[in-house]
Every structure is written in C-alpha cells, then in structure tokens.
C-alpha cells in the first residue's frame, strides 16, 4: 500500500486507469476535488493490481475503500491490516444488474453485507417559504435554553475529535459493528455544547450545486430525549439555505425507525436511493 501524496500524483493514476479499461466502477467523491482534502490530510493510499487500482481512507479504525476496476474482473486480495468498508449505491433501480454482480464479487472476496441505508431528501419547491421562514412546531434557540446548551459552528481538527468520541460512544450503544465516518476537511460542525463540552453535533458538507448531505447527527446519551437532533437538523437547513441550497440530503439505515420518523417529521421523503455496506474483516 502506498500513499498518494499529491493531487498530481492521483490524477495520473486515474488517468492511467481509465486508458486501462472501457467499463470502471466510479463514484463521485473520486473526483480530485472530493479527494484533495485526503491527499493533504496524508489519508490517501493506493494498491494497482491487473484488473485495476484500489484507494483506501485511512479512517482510523478502518479503510473506506474506492476503486477503479475492470467490471469483468473479479476483486483482488485487497489489504487488510484494518478492517476495510465498502458502500454500493443504487440510483432508484437503474443499477440493480450491477450491482447483483458487484455483490456476489465482493462475497467471493471476503466481504459481508453489514447494513442497507436509504437515502431521504427535501427540496426547495418554487414559491415556498424560505425554511426559515416556515412554520415551525419548535424554534431551536428554545430547545437549545430549555437544556441549558448554545450552538456552535466550527470545522477544526479539535472538534472533529470531540464529534468522533460522541460517534463512538453512540457506536457502543448499537449492534451496529461498524459505520462510515468520513472526516472531511470542508465539512462544518454544528454542535450544541456545554460547558464542560459536546453533547450534540451535525456533520455536514454542501455539495456541487445547490445541495448539501447531512453525514451525520449524534448526540451524548445523557443528553436524549431534549430535541437536540431535531433543532440540529433545522439549523443546518437555515445555514445552508443562506449558501444557496435548496436540496437536503442524508443516508439513514433502513432499520433506524427513530431518524427515519425524526427526518420525515421534519419534511423529508425517500427518494429510491439505497445503498449497502459490506465489510472485509483484518486478517
């Protein structure tokens, strides 16, 4: 495994792949703008093999895998000193022949289906009311007094630490055995915060275009049932609504019955997006 240490340097590597092989995988976090942040936070590595090229982020417990590969082909022997994960996305069906050879590859290559998200959305319709504008059954401000907490924006180092500790804690309360946390260095933090520190956060990022993906909201056991969730998520629809977004994501699993209410209280619907996760165990 080797690390990729410039955005040169990954350029030629796609460039190299893609003269390799009429039909690769692709995904568009793969992009040099969605991998720049890696390559300068040294999280980048890469292994070629016959049938193609294999990225790994280093996420600290684990690799997220990305990959350039001959559909043909079967998977290689991909490096294992950690456990690595891999997420599949099908785009409401137009991928189901696919992804059915996809997943009986990485089956052959040691991989095991760990969760199935879908993906819930909400959209700016022409004419609507701005979302800060709107209705609400709650204002933010409130929940956040009620429980003695004040917001914060932030993207530095320090409280992706705190927001990781918040997510492993929450990761320790589930049979989850394992989920994508990706840190990103354009990512922003919103978090409710005490005194003595974190208790809540929402990780997000607007995308190309009018959107933004809400990764991730957590929230400190001692501090559930306050609203936190619910006044997170409304701020990060006021943040970026004043960037020009008018399109609202986020991936949720399946069987997460509490923030697929949370999220459709809140006007979000699937879409028909789903995805599955598949993890390749250290050796």
Not at 259 to 273: E, T
Request: proline residues 4%; glycine residues 6%; neutral net charge.
């Amino acid at each position: 495994m080797e690390q990729i240490k410039d955005i040169q340097q990954y350029k030629e590597l796609l460039r190299w792949n893609k003269s390799r092989f009429d039909g690769i995988q692709t995904n568009c976090i793969l992009l040099s703008s969605g991998m720049r942040p890696f390559i300068e936070e040294g999280r980048l590595y890469f292994e070629s093999y016959p049938e193609g090229i294999a990225l790994f982020i280093d996420e600290g417990r684990y690799f997220n895998l990305y990959y350039f590969w001959n559909q043909n082909a079967p998977f290689a022997s991909f490096h294992r000193s950690k456990p690595v994960l891999v997420e599949e996305v099908n785009n409401n069906g137009s991928r189901d022949a696919c992804l059915a050879e996809t997943e009986r590859k990485l089956v052959n290559a040691g991989f095991a289906l760990v969760r199935n998200n879908v993906q819930v959305e909400k959209q700016q319709k022409p004419g609507e009311l701005p979302v800060a504008d709107a209705p609400q059954p709650f204002r933010t401000e409130d929940i956040l007094a009620a429980a003695g907490l004040s917001l914060q924006i932030c993207r530095d180092e320090q409280s992706f630490r705190q927001v990781t500790a918040l997510w492993e804690r929450y990761l320790g309360s589930t049979d989850v055995p394992l989920d994508h946390f990706t840190m990103k260095s354009d990512a922003v933090i919103l978090n409710a915060v005490t005194a003595e520190g974190m208790v809540a956060a929402t990780q997000f990022w607007k995308n190309s275009g009018r959107s933004s993906e809400c990764r991730h909201t957590v929230t400190h056991p001692d501090y559930y049932r306050h609203g936190l969730a619910m006044a997170l998520i409304q701020a990060w629809l006021e943040t970026t609504e004043k960037q020009g977004v008018c399109r609202w994501f986020t991936w949720i699993s399946d069987k997460n019955s509490p923030s697929l209410a949370l999220f459709h209280k809140m006007g979000f619907r699937q879409n028909g997006r789903i995805s599955k996760q598949y993890i390749l165990e250290k050796e």
